[in-house]
């Protein structure tokens, strides 16, 4: 399973950018799709999920302000990040709980990381 991400970039305090990701590959089908951040000297964090079913799940930093969606028959995952803060800055990196076809089990996968800079 491949992950391309897309959407990253330089925002202003306050601005918005909208996230993208997109799974390949011999996928049978998807469970849990995410977003994590990771900012310089900080820990991987999760910043939002989606179940297959459309539950969601946020970070409370990033609560009324993020928003996360999928398109199933696609294979996609979005972020939409509004009022952007400072403190928003990291390297965001998409995240699935897939099953390949022909394999027995879900496996966790990782896409190669989008860098968000919000400056003040």
């Known amino acids: 399973v491949q992950l391309q991400a897309s959407g990253g970039g330089l925002v202003q305090d306050g601005g918005s950018l909208r996230l993208s990701c997109a799974a390949s590959?011999?996928?049978?089908?998807?469970?849990?799709m995410g977003w994590y951040r990771q900012a310089p000297g900080k820990q991987r964090e999760l910043v939002a999920s989606?179940?297959?079913?459309?539950?969601?799940n946020y970070a409370d930093s990033v609560k009324g302000r993020f928003t996360i969606s999928r398109d199933n028959a696609k294979n996609t995952v979005h972020l939409q990040m509004n009022s952007l803060k400072p403190e928003d800055t990291a390297v965001y990196y998409c995240?699935?709980?897939?099953?390949?076809?022909?394999?027995?089990?879900?496996?966790?996968?990782w896409g190669q990381g989008t860098q968000v800079t919000v400056s003040s």
């Open positions: 989606i179940t297959n079913g459309g539950s969601t």
């Open positions: 590959g011999t996928i049978f089908s998807i469970n849990i």
């Open positions: 995240n699935v709980i897939a099953r390949r076809t022909g394999s027995g089990g879900y496996a966790n996968y």
